[in-house]
């Protein structure tokens, strides 16, 4: 393999630069990213870069020796609209063509958004320039602030923003947020979060249209589907993501909710692979930091190797901080697993928890927990997959 | 000097934050006392929070690995080493010397 183009700038694809190199590969690097930044860490987009403690430049996921390292073309600001598979060949905006002898998909996944033009105001929260204008317009003075969606980059938002000082509402569409992720007992404590630093939650309740007024067309208020009206001056829509595919239609590569792979994040054609949000590796989609670095490693090397010689299941792990409390969760849990505390108290806002079935440790969670969650995530991680590679 | 804690109140295997600036942790690793930045330099994260493994620690947050003795991160996604601090122990309480900004680890 003389060549491979990596398509997606982000946490994904540069682990996976970054495995390539790492595996020997000495080809031709291309590094094609959609947006004019390097790659750059999202974790914190809701948290601190918007509060203000962190800034952009404190992001970047490599620093300017390890770019010079790698040894890639950066086409930043450059966008593929499409994989001639036949040919080998990516198409990129503009009408320019990029030929490739590998390619590693990592196009990520752009936010779900409300019907209609979004309003000054409006705001999704994924891309760096998406926290830089959302923080533009909450530097401004104290804001009414509804965040549609309850799940957890919309609780960090609410979070941040309550911090900045603006009066802020969440709206959830579920009777409760997060119970897919954690289940009804542990969603209800985690919710408590928000009324415990003067947020509100309006649950059970969609979204009927955002209203907005004046020249410059800026967002005034939330109409919910029930009638209510909530005044507001910043909209923060947090209502999950769609992995990005659409470039990819008409390559012959399954789409289905992602671009579909085996567990060695391989798809049909052995010299295209997927990585990240974007990929659904072996029946699941994983929107997860840590799920994206560790696929990275498993793509470079199949994909050098020319067929799936090694696979990994990785423990699904994620976390949010909200309201100065870390959230930590790891594991598969299904519903119907009951959660049960091992130490401190839900009162407390601090506590350790697992999840069973059958007597069986099927996940655990931990809120201002993290050391013996670190342990309880590496035996389940233990338990979980006995020589995997 | 920054007093930490009596040496009898850090076991084996155990980690304590100080309140300086920058927060500092405090090891008790293999029979041996060590002192480091606390905060991860990949994101904010404390150390003294971290799963401790012979002279490793493990970020508790997203597995990036540092050793005690030079600071040196061993692990993505950390780059950036840490900085170490000299520890010494008199009747019995430990103590931690806050390094300099200049001519510590890199």
Redesign the interface.
């Known amino acids: 393999m003389k060549s491979v183009a990596v398509i997606g700038a982000s946490l994904a694809g540069l682990?996976a630069a970054?495995a390539l190199r790492a595996e020997g590969f000495d080809g031709r690097l291309v590094i094609v990213g959609d947006e004019s930044h390097r790659p750059y860490?999202r974790?914190?987009l809701s948290k601190?870069l918007l509060t203000g403690t962190?800034s952009p430049d404190r992001l970047a996921?490599a620093?300017a020796e390890?770019i010079a390292e790698l040894d890639a073309e950066w086409l930043l600001g450059t966008e593929a609209t499409g994989l001639d598979t036949g040919g080998r060949t990516v198409l990129l905006d503009g009408g320019r063509t990029l030929a490739t002898d590998g390619v590693v998909i990592a196009t990520g996944a752009a936010p779900r958004r409300l019907p209609g033009p979004a309003p000054a105001g409006a705001h999704t929260l994924r891309t760096l320039d998406d926290a830089q204008a959302l923080r533009a317009d909450l530097t401004r003075g104290p804001v009414r602030v509804v965040v549609i969606g309850g799940g957890f980059i919309g609780a960090e938002v609410a979070s941040s923003c309550a911090t900045l000082g603006h009066h802020v509402t969440v709206v959830e569409a579920a009777p409760l947020p997060l119970v897919p992720q954690l289940g009804d007992t542990m969603a209800t404590i985690c919710a408590a979060l928000h009324a415990d630093h003067g947020v509100t939650l309006l649950t059970g309740t969609g979204v009927a249209r955002l209203h907005s007024e004046g020249a410059g067309n800026r967002v005034t208020g939330v109409e919910l589907a029930d009638g209510r009206l909530l005044p507001a001056e910043v909209v923060v829509t947090g209502i999950g993501v769609r992995p990005r595919t659409a470039w990819l239609e008409g390559s012959g590569l399954p789409l289905d909710d992602g671009v579909r792979c085996d567990a060695g994040c391989v798809t049909p054609l052995p010299q295209v692979v997927a990585v990240g949000d974007v990929a659904r590796v072996d029946g699941i989609r994983a929107e997860h930091?840590?799920s994206a670095?560790e696929q990275a490693a498993t793509a470079a090397h199949n994909l050098l190797a020319g067929r799936t010689v090694t696979t990994h299941r990785s423990l699904p792990y994620f976390?949010s901080d909200q309201y100065g409390v870390?959230i930590?969760f790891a594991g598969r849990r299904l519903p119907g697993d009951t959660p049960r505390i091992l130490e401190g108290s839900p009162d407390d806002r601090s506590f350790l928890a697992c999840y069973e079935r059958e007597g069986r440790t099927t996940a655990v969670l931990a809120l201002n927990r993290?050391?013996p969650?670190?342990?309880q995530r590496?035996a389940l991680a233990r338990a979980a997959q006995p020589a995997t590679t | 000097m920054i007093p930490v804690c009596r040496l009898a109140d850090l076991p084996t295997g155990e980690s304590v934050r100080i309140d300086t600036a920058p927060p500092i942790a405090v090891f008790h690793a293999e029979g041996q006392l060590y002192a480091i930045d606390d905060t991860c330099t990949h994101q904010d994260a404390s150390l003294a929070d971290g799963w401790l493994e012979g002279c490793l620690v493990e970020c508790p947050l997203h597995a990036a690995a540092f050793d005690l003795r030079t600071g040196a991160a061993t692990c993505l996604p950390a780059r950036r080493a840490v900085r170490t601090h000299p520890v010494t122990v008199e009747d019995g309480m430990i103590y931690v010397q806050h390094a300099a900004e200049e001519g510590t680890a890199a």
């Open positions: 682990y970054r860490d974790p914190p601190d962190t996921l620093d390890e930091w840590t670095t976390w870390r930590q993290p050391r969650f670190m342990g590496r």
